[in-house]
């Protein structure tokens, strides 16, 4: 997968966490780097689901990535 080479060095055997060109990349060279934006996942339907049920005022989503789903719950 086209991310690997932002989070890890394999050969050096080293993290990178080349984060923010990585999340620029996908956009040039066109792909999801950990599937985010895949909301054909279940957990994710289900997740989606649940919110939908309720009326939050507010949201706090820790560890949102590049925010997929939370700029779902903004709609």
Known sequence: MPYH???FD???RKF???FEGMNKSEEQE???SWNISNLSIL???IHLE???SYNFNSILDF???KGALTHLLKK
């Open 50 to 52: 649940i919110i939908n």
């Open 63 to 65: 560890g949102c990535g």
């Open 10 to 12: 394999k050969d050096k």
């Open 43 to 45: 957990s994710r339907r």
């Open 5 to 7: 080479k932002f989070v």
């Open 30 to 32: 066109g792909f999801d």
């Open 16 to 18: 990178l966490g080349e």
